[in-house]
């Protein structure tokens, strides 16, 4: 399982990604270019010490990652019809989250192999993308099994 962030705009929610994913043992990849300067010191403030233990790879951009990538992609999109209850993950998914002012562009949402939204009260639009992610990986470890020991 692995987490794959769409040129992300804020380091806030990166840090907080990357400590989700350092904490459950699942590595991320990262998107460029990003909307913030890609350092420690913007990560710190929210992944804390933990961003060091995080298995990040970055990629120039779109086309170096999906040349790179292995396994299914499952984007969670607001515009998808499968709802994350409704979604089957498999152990080599990567769950892919677009930023946070433009989500991914057509190209990318049409490479996706699965659509997944995070069903909402009617009038609300998107969660934070942090908040996204740890709401999908939740899930997809809980289906596959994979919580650390």
Not at 102 to 111: E, K, L, M, N, T
Request: hydrophobic share 45%; aromatic share 6%.
């Amino acid at each position: 399982m692995r987490i794959a962030l769409h040129q992300p705009d804020i380091a806030g929610n990166v840090g907080t990604i990357l400590r989700l994913a350092a904490c459950l043992g699942v590595a991320v990849d990262i998107i460029e270019p990003c909307g913030f300067a890609f350092s420690d010191r913007a990560l710190k403030r929210s992944g804390m010490d933990y961003v060091a233990d995080a298995e990040v790879i970055r990629h120039a951009d779109w086309e170096s990652f999906d040349a790179a990538r292995h396994g299914r992609l499952v984007l969670l999109s607001t515009r998808a019809d499968v709802t994350l209850a409704e979604a089957r993950f498999e152990p080599g998914d990567i769950v892919l989250l677009g930023s946070e002012g433009a989500g991914v562009p057509p190209h990318v949402h049409d490479r996706a192999d699965l659509r997944v939204r995070i069903p909402m009260r009617p009038g609300f639009r998107s969660l934070n993308v942090a908040v996204s992610a740890g709401i999908a990986l939740a899930e997809a470890l809980r289906q596959t099994e994979g919580w650390p020991e």
